[in-house]
């Protein structure tokens, strides 16, 4: 017997007995609270239900069948690369948008395809998630390059004083997923890593799914970030000016890469200009993702308007408790929806597991930020809340209670 899959079914059933008006995040019941959002968001249900539409309607290969699914994805995946290019208020001449893994991937990808013969030096800053610091290391050993830790001030301005960035190439945070602290001088930093010839990449990972504002018009070389942590499906995005293809020495190629294959060379699609993204896109994609990551900018950028007051509110919130709480330390200066700490004289980790059999979830440890977190603020493990569009009102109550219970 043949099966028959009907969409409607296939909906995630909502909770009955959670009366919530966020019809977005239903499925998630009342005792609940899920704190993780700078790792991965919860995706609302129209995005988990683009993602079910695409494997139930037009489950097809981008950008090269011609049959009616293929035109239908291909639509979309466009309109996918163009609402990127919108949101960061970027234009289409200068930049193009290719989707990866993950922010880690699209860092990795980079540094191996930038031509080494424009590479003199590799410089990153302390407060790095192990993405970039990690990349940058073995970008540094494979070509035996120097490599320049710069610091960043409590702003998260990155300090440069007289650090010269001939030949270049710089991969520092817009926003650190410790204390969300954002890089304040980043148009400054841009400014000056051009000035002297250099190339930056900016790890974006962390800032678009609230404060995406900071990259608005940046003239990075490269802006990555994964549209997990913006409310989308597991994917990973590239944002690349068109002139940093000139200083690329392809090393990972394959098939939807090629227009034309001889038995010793081939022709690169992304001679033409409308399929440039191709350049970091070997292999089939991952399109129903895409599709659904499309659906998930349109709602992120309705919900911004209506929900950041509610987002801060609650943040500020929470913030104002923890620091309220005599043997609490806090990481960082300012209220942020990512927000990390250390009870004195208490396990973190203990901590979020208790913390976990309330209902609540919580990251503990140092959150892939080891260096500066451990080696260089000494800080023992920590506790890390990261709130979002799904956080609710209750959830910080829950919070509280659970954490003056514990
Ligand atoms: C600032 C920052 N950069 C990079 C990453 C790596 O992201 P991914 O694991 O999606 O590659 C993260 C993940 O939390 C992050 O917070």
Known sequence: MTARINLGQARLAPNPCYNCNMADFDYLDEKTVYLDAACQSLRPRLVVETLHKYYYEHNSC???????????????????????????????????????????????????????????????SEIEHNSPFLATMAMSQRLGIPRVVLKRAEDGSLLMEDEDFVGAVVVINCAANFDGRRCANLKEVVK?????????????????????????????????????????????????????????????????????????????SAEKKELTHTIFEAGLQAWGEIVAFGEAIDWLEKRSKVEKKRLLEYTAELDEFLRGKEKVRMVGNEPNPTMSFYVEGMDSHLLGAALGKEGIMARTGYFCAHYYLDKVCKYPPLVRFSLSYATRESDIARVKKALAKI
């Open 192 to 268: 000056r890593v051009h000035k002297d010839g250099g190339i930056i990449i900016i790890d974006a990972a962390q800032a678009m799914a609230h404060y995406h504002e900071i990259l608005e018009k940046t003239e990075a070389d490269a802006i990555c970030f994964s549209a997990h942590k913006m409310y989308a499906p597991s994917l990973g995005v590239m944002v690349v000016r068109r002139d940093l293809v000139p200083k690329l020495k392809l090393s990972f190629i394959g098939g939807g890469m090629v227009d034309d294959v001889f038995s010793d060379h081939y022709l690169l």
């Open 62 to 124: 981008g950008e090269r069948v011609k049959y009616p699914w293929g035109e239908k994805t291909d639509v979309l995946v466009e309109d996918a690369r163009k609402k990127v290019l919108k949101l960061l208020k970027l234009k289409g001449k200068d930049y193009f948008v290719s989707f990866t893994l993950n922010t880690t991937y699209g860092v990795n990808l980079l540094l191996n395809e930038i031509d080494q013969k424009c590479v003199q030096k590799v410089v990153t």
